[in-house]
């Protein structure tokens, strides 16, 4: 079950940082090492200070890294079996076609979650979320700075269109208990209308870092009672701290266990 | 420009019907083909009575055969180089992710159009729309039973979600005159409504065939007075139309050839 696998990595390691593994090719290439080193040095790095690892799979596609994709989530299952993978891959498609990409997701690459979106209605969530031992993350209020064009658009019961995302996602697509919704950093007063629509449903807050969410906002509006209800993801501000050979890895396991206190100190 | 290498093979081969590629593991092997066997025997059949052909990326995905997408789209350039290629991706992401899903699409796969996903806003879909030869095609109204569940709300200003995506893409993010409308052919009324708004933007038409749409409900509601404007996909009904090895390719050619001339008959 995900969700509780989540939240037992969550108490584990007293964490609720996410380690966005977004690849740079130039990047690595540059330091001399091979993508497969680089990723493990980053898992082997930062895994004591994270609850899950969430790798961008748009990087590995561009790259045509599919077999690193492969072997780095097998690693963190090896390795770190506590620790969630959740694959960032926001696919959607109409019900024969999504059923492809959760084979994709769930046993091609064997993530434990995939981020999907809600465009194309419920219908199209079902063949993801029928998957009780794995977990769906919705896109709700994305953090990109345009996320409002669509998403902030008032329908005429008075909610806002990502307001309706989080009701629908909380009392119909729901059954198996397995979603959650991604929630922008960059939007604390949105993120605070959803906790207040969503239940307890964990939200993936991406957008803290290189996009300027802030920690504290974030988790005023957003942490459930009990102090968890959040996994707060970073990507380049921990993965890139360091992009020298020497230190590239203690710098990103500085860069988590920062976040993590940071975190820690308003929970 | 994929507008207009789209409209020349309209006029050249006398046809608006896009053959989807959508490649089934199981049918595939159990005729004692290979992929790649089976896609150019598919591709070669049905050639002279289409205007495009769309593989459905989440298919090969699910097989890991990317290597098998990379050569059918390169065969399809090769043979029919009037023919334009509509990667269905249906990809969406931030900037800076988005721009991978462009490498992939655009130079892994040398597609020649990419279909995406608006939810995220106008801002994500810039690093496909600002490629200007090549062609994007955003998700409007969709043909699956569950599409209105987000897509038809209603908006405090009167419009439907589906339709101010279809006023967004038409006056904001069409700079480089490279953007199409999916709309399912299951919604003729949604059809006619989204003509009225979005001008004469192409739109790609899936659900005809398996999911029930109707040809002449839906040439009567979406197409331009020049006779074009519309890209009618069909994947099952065209590639299994047969399922022996001694008669699959004839099979699909008959079946595009019988799309194509009903297709015609309406214009």
Known sequence: MFIEK???AQEKNNSLVC???DPNAEKIKAM???LDDWLMSIVDATAPHACAFKPQIAYFAAMQAEDELIDIIAYIHDQYPELPVILDA????????????????????????????PYMGGDTLLPYSQRA?????????????????????????????????????NNDWNSNNNLMLVVGATYPEELRQIRSLAGD??????????????????LNAGLRTDGKGL?????????????????????????????????????
């Open 90 to 117: 926001k696919r959607g498609d109409i019900g024969t076609t999504a059923a492809q990409y959760a084979i994709e997701a769930f046993d091609r690459y064997q993530a434990d979650a995939v981020t999907v979106n």
């Open 32 to 34: 001399g090492l091979g």
């Open 201 to 218: 449903m964990p939200f993936l807050i991406p957008g803290i870092g290189a996009q300027g969410g802030d920690v504290q906002a974030t």
């Open 6 to 8: 989540l939240e037992a």
């Open 133 to 169: 031992d794995k977990g769906v993350v919705v896109l709700c209020k994305t953090s990109n700075a345009g996320s409002g064009e669509l998403q902030n658009l008032t329908l005429d019961n008075g909610r806002t269109l990502f307001e309706q995302v989080a009701v629908n996602a």
């Open 231 to 267: 996994v707060i993801s970073s990507s380049r501000g921990i993965i890139y701290a360091g992009e020298q050979l020497n230190d590239f890895a203690e710098k990103a396991q500085m860069a988590a266990h920062t976040l993590q206190n940071t975190i820690n100190q308003y929970r």
């Open 19 to 21: 380690v966005g593994l």
